[in-house]
């Protein structure tokens, strides 16, 4: 079965910190390219970063560069999402997902989201001013 578990998320100050993660079942973990996206209320879901199965390449939104890091532990399947220096607008539901085949480096817009068919339930990430 394919499963993505994520966890970590919580209310924080702007300024502060979190480190999410995403447990992958090993059916899907490998030779595969790994994102976070999250969604804000009335908002698309965006991606933040995306990284491939080796780690050779790693891409993030122009709102999160410098201040998110995307990084994995093949030894128990689980990608990570450093979030430093947080703000409001950082507020949503952060989602792990991952696809077949290589990444693609991020543009912005709905088609990041493609290829993405394994998604994880989500964890929420609130940020208060």
């Known amino acids: 079965q394919v499963q993505l578990v994520e966890s970590g998320g919580d209310s924080v100050e702007a300024g502060g910190s979190l480190r999410l993660s995403c447990r992958v079942s090993?059916?899907?973990?490998?030779?595969?390219?790994m994102g976070w996206f999250r969604q804000a209320p009335g908002e698309e879901r965006e991606a933040v970063a995306v990284a491939s199965f080796t780690g050779a390449f790693t891409d993030y939104a122009d709102s999160v560069k410098a201040r998110f890091t995307i990084s994995q532990d093949n030894a128990n399947n689980t990608v990570y999402l450093q979030m430093n220096s947080l703000k409001p607008e950082d507020t949503g539901m952060y989602y792990c997902?991952?696809?077949?085949?290589?990444?693609?480096?991020?543009?912005?817009?709905?088609?990041?989201?493609?290829?993405?068919?394994?998604w994880g339930q989500g964890t929420q990430v609130t940020v208060s001013s």
């Open positions: 997902a991952a696809k077949w085949g290589g990444c693609m480096r991020l543009s912005g817009g709905p088609q990041d989201r493609r290829g993405f068919a394994h």
């Open positions: 090993e059916s899907i973990y490998k030779n595969n390219c």
